[in-house]
């Protein structure tokens, strides 16, 4: 794994700890294994990845168009599934999402960048208010999209 | 112990220990730590079976590997094959406040006593001066910590404050009417005296819980006069039934959620699921300032607090579950986020009163900071830098035993 990703993962995984519970499938046991807690934070970051190059391939080609695919109750059935310890996280597909993404930022202007973070932030908020309060849901979006940004902007200078 | 200072602050650190959750919880973790620390890593709990503790029920596995916390009672295990943590660990923790409290009460008499250094070996101390003076308030702490380990101490608390306050609700009536605000300002008076016990290490955080949640409950209502959710009668019914359920109810857990019960039964859920949100935001508030904290006492003094609100909003979300399994129609969505409010609260509890002995320990004789240092050593020698950190990582923000500060001498690192 890159260090700038590496450093990324260890930042949002001090938030991820404190909402780890939210994404515990009911009834399941407490105290979730801080390995899980690195896992769920690898997994967010993966989606926004992911989420902003589907928004890119939009608004390359026409901006303002809506971007990014629906997450909806995937991300929810995802990490529920992440901390059953029933699935586990592909680190390298992250790790290609997010260098795939530096690639594709490096075609877009700042205006369709933010738009596209703006788009897969708010998808992302609203996937994790289906597991989690909205106050919860909307700061915890907003953290992925800042480390997010970082690992992306690391060689570009700032966003 | 290295000198006056330490010593008080155990004594502190004992007593806080003891009540920072409950005695019964403060005194299963002491002795798991000092069961850690005396058989090198052993857990104190018997492997391979199942064992009950505060809410739940933890299973420890061989070598302590492959452990498990749960809510609900083992499936397929008989009631007789759990064993009872907090009857199998004794009190360990209420002897060594009894064996302190006896050297405490000699040495505020002026007399020396034999105390114990960081290294183990033993010193003839005797107070002199301002060291008397607060010797003796120590004592008197001490005492009273040993008074609220007693059976039926809530109980006692409970009726205490209702006693005062029904006196105190004639008087409300009679000069305001009683306004709204009037008998909510002695729902305040009530929690101002159990926070005030609080600081003298003589509330448990179910008592302090349930006067935190009371107040913060009404204050709520109080709120929402403005926007004609609620009337005054409504609010007075309601600060009112919360005094007097506390005449004769056999604990506090019973009274906060009856309280839950009552203000959800009055159409105002809505500031019962504001308040497991406020709750647990301010829990974990306390809990990153104590992580934050530049010095011991900072971080057990934050420590304590989070333990006590944490409580609150458990108790909270399973008061309010329960009123939602008694009387509404089930919704998914508000019984997922109570859990997660409970669970999330629940192990702030766990952790913070588990940090506290491991505090309260290590001012005694750094046996705890010993026994960790060396377990981030072994993951060194096992996996190198990364699994050191990890474990470090672990101890401070997971566990909360150490402020971030520690990170250099867990690591073994100079500081």
Known sequence: MSTQLQVAQAELTADVRREINWFVPPGEKHFVNPGTIGTVAAVLLGMFFSGVLDGLKDTVKEEGKKAGKALGKKIATRLRAITSNKEEVNQAEVEQDAEAAKAKLQAANQTQATIVFDQVEAELRMALQEVMPESRAGKLATRVRHVAIKVVYETQGAS | ?415
């Not at chain 2, 083992?74 to 907090?86: R, T």
């Not at chain 2, 308040?275 to 301010?282: A, G, K, N, Q, R």
Request: charged share 20%; hydrophobic share 40%.
């Open chain 2, 1 to 415: 112990m290295s000198g006056f200072d330490d010593w008080y602050l155990y004594g502190e650190g004992l007593a806080r220990s003891l009540v920072a959750v409950a005695p019964e919880f403060g005194s299963t973790m002491f002795a798991q730590v000092m069961n850690s620390i005396t058989s090198s890593g052993q857990s104190g709990f018997e492997e391979g079976r199942w064992h009950r503790v505060f809410k739940g029920y933890v299973y420890h596995g061989p070598e302590g590997g492959d452990n498990h916390y749960q809510r609900e009672p083992p499936a397929g295990v008989a009631h007789e094959d759990i064993l009872d943590a907090s009857v199998m660990l004794s009190d360990q923790l209420i002897r060594e406040l009894d064996h302190f409290i006896a050297k405490v009460e000699t040495a505020a008499a002026g007399e020396s006593v034999q105390m114990h250094q960081k290294d183990g070996q033993a010193v003839t101390f005797q107070a002199t001066g301002d060291e008397l003076a607060r010797l003796q308030a120590l004592a008197e702490m001490l005492r009273n910590t040993r008074a609220a380990c007693q059976q039926n101490y809530n109980q006692a608390v409970m009726f205490r404050v209702h006693t005062d306050l029904m006196q105190l609700l004639q008087s409300a009536i009679t000069e305001s009417g009683g306004s709204p605000k009037a008998i909510v300002d002695l729902v305040r008076a009530g929690a101002a005296m159990v926070i005030d016990l609080r600081w003298q290490a003589a509330a448990d955080a179910r008592l302090t819980a349930l006067f935190y949640v009371q107040t913060r409950l009404c204050e709520l209502a109080l709120e929402e006069l403005d926007s004609n959710q609620i009337g005054d009668h409504e609010v007075v019914r309601l600060a009112s039934m919360m005094i007097a359920g506390l005449r004769g109810a056999p604990n506090p857990e019973h009274v906060l959620t009856q309280s839950v019960i009552d203000f959800s039964r009055a159409g105002l859920g809505n500031l019962v699921l504001n308040l497991c949100d406020e709750t647990l935001s301010f829990a974990e508030r306390e809990v990153e300032a104590a992580l934050n904290a530049t010095d011991l006492l900072t971080h057990s003094g934050h420590l304590y607090s989070a333990a006590h609100i944490a409580f609150a909003g458990m108790s909270l979300a399973e008061g309010f579950r329960e009123h939602v399994a008694q009387d509404a129609r089930p919704d998914k969505a508000t019984d997922s986020l109570l859990e997660g409010y409970a669970t999330s609260a629940e192990e702030i509890v766990v952790r913070t009163g588990h940090a506290l002995v491991i505090n309260c320990i290590n001012r005694a004789t750094s046996a705890a900071l010993n026994l960790h240092i060396n377990q981030v050593r072994l993951a060194r020698e096992e996996g190198g830098l990364d699994k050191a950190q990890m474990r470090a990582d672990t101890l401070i923000n997971d566990f909360y035993f150490y402020p971030h500060y520690y990170a250099k001498t867990l690591m073994g690192e100079p500081t």
